[in-house]
């Protein structure tokens, strides 16, 4: 492997879980981080630098913006208006449930209950009433006509590869069921305020509802192996469909 350059080498030692020699005069030394985590020291195999959080260069946030910058991109290429990344208009989904958010200034919530709501600002927002119907008998793309909250993850190795699930389907299903769970924790945090009875929908779950009767897409890659998950299908069969929608437009009906 001398004759390789660094990246295929390092490439190479991930893949078949070597000790990565480009780490091997840092091994031990200390991570800075401002986020509590177990694991604050550079490991041989680079696992720790990739799921580093609270830190800025860290593994993971960069693993995430990339991520979802690069599904950003496409969607523009394929002409699906959309906000957040580095290809939507606008930029920013900061002030998507402002409406909402704003009411805790009312309430005196706690820091902990301003984390909840950092936690529920999505990742994207997607807007695929423009792409329509089938294109030359292909199935029209789910995810058409209708707009989408998606929520970009990384997927950081750890033990999850001993276990039999599949890790980034795994932790899909986790944080859109933790998503929809936190938006529920927003409406008890305002039912004093709001008066909303026990068991009624408060003013986040309607809102989440709009988009796709609340169910988020959490589209997982993994840094790792380079895994995705189904939700990260669902977005590539929608660009997809753009595309080709956007392609055949210039040919006859008849065309083959």
Same mark, same amino acid.
């Given at each position: 492997?001398?004759?390789?350059?660094?990246?295929?080498?390092?490439?190479?030692?991930?893949?078949?879980?070597?000790?990565?020699?480009?780490?091997?005069?840092?091994?031990?030394?200390?991570?800075?981080?401002?986020?509590?985590?177990?694991?604050?020291?550079?490991?041989?195999?680079?696992?720790?630098?990739?799921?580093?959080?609270?830190?800025?260069?860290?593994?993971?946030?960069?693993?995430? *913006?990339?991520?979802?910058?690069?599904?950003? #991109?496409?969607? @523009? =290429?394929?002409?699906?208006?959309? +906000? /957040?990344?580095? &290809?939507?208009?606008?930029?920013?989904?900061?002030?998507?449930?402002?409406?909402?958010?704003?009411?805790?200034?009312?309430?005196?919530?706690?820091?902990?209950?301003?984390?909840?709501?950092?936690?529920?600002?999505?990742?994207?927002?997607?807007?695929?009433?423009?792409?329509?119907?089938?294109?030359?008998?292909?199935?029209?793309?789910?995810?058409?006509?209708?707009?989408?909250?998606?929520?970009?993850?990384?997927?950081?190795?750890?033990?999850?590869?001993?276990?039999?699930?599949?890790?980034?389907?795994?932790?899909? *299903?986790?944080?859109?069921?933790?998503?929809? #769970?936190?938006? @529920? =924790?927003?409406?008890?945090?305002? +039912? /004093?305020?709001? &008066?909303?009875?026990?068991?009624?929908?408060?003013?986040?779950?309607?809102?989440?509802?709009?988009?796709?009767?609340?169910?988020?897409?959490?589209?997982?890659?993994?840094?790792?192996?380079?895994?995705?998950?189904?939700?990260?299908?669902?977005?590539?069969?929608?660009?997809?469909?753009?595309?080709?929608?956007?392609?055949?437009?210039?040919?006859?009906?008849?065309?083959?």
């Amino acid at each position: 492997m001398l004759c390789c350059n660094k990246e295929w080498q390092a490439a190479a030692q991930v893949r078949n879980g070597a000790r990565l020699s480009c780490l091997s005069a840092y091994t031990n030394h200390t991570l800075k981080s401002s986020a509590p985590a177990a694991d604050k020291s550079v490991d041989p195999f680079g696992n720790n630098i990739k799921k580093l959080v609270g830190a800025k260069g860290g593994g993971t946030t960069i693993s995430h *913006g990339s991520f979802a910058n690069v599904i950003s #991109r496409w969607l @523009k =290429r394929a002409r699906v208006p959309h +906000r /957040g990344g580095a &290809g939507g208009t606008p930029r920013t989904y900061k002030n998507l449930f402002t409406h909402i958010t704003q009411m805790f200034n009312d309430t005196g919530a706690s820091e902990s209950a301003h984390k909840v709501l950092q936690s529920i600002i999505p990742g994207l927002l997607v807007y695929a009433r423009s792409v329509g119907a089938a294109v030359e008998g292909a199935p029209k793309a789910l995810l058409a006509g209708d707009v989408s909250v998606v929520n970009v993850k990384a997927k950081a190795p750890n033990d999850d590869y001993h276990k039999n699930k599949p890790p980034v389907g795994t932790k899909q *299903g986790e944080i859109s069921v933790g998503y929809w #769970r936190r938006a @529920k =924790r927003v409406d008890d945090l305002l +039912r /004093g305020l709001l &008066g909303t009875p026990e068991r009624a929908d408060g003013p986040m779950v309607q809102a989440l509802k709009q988009y796709r009767g609340g169910r988020e897409l959490v589209p997982v890659a993994s840094a790792f192996f380079a895994e995705m998950s189904s939700d990260t299908e669902l977005i590539a069969g929608l660009i997809a469909a753009a595309l080709a929608a956007d392609y055949i437009q210039f040919y006859p009906e008849n065309a083959k």
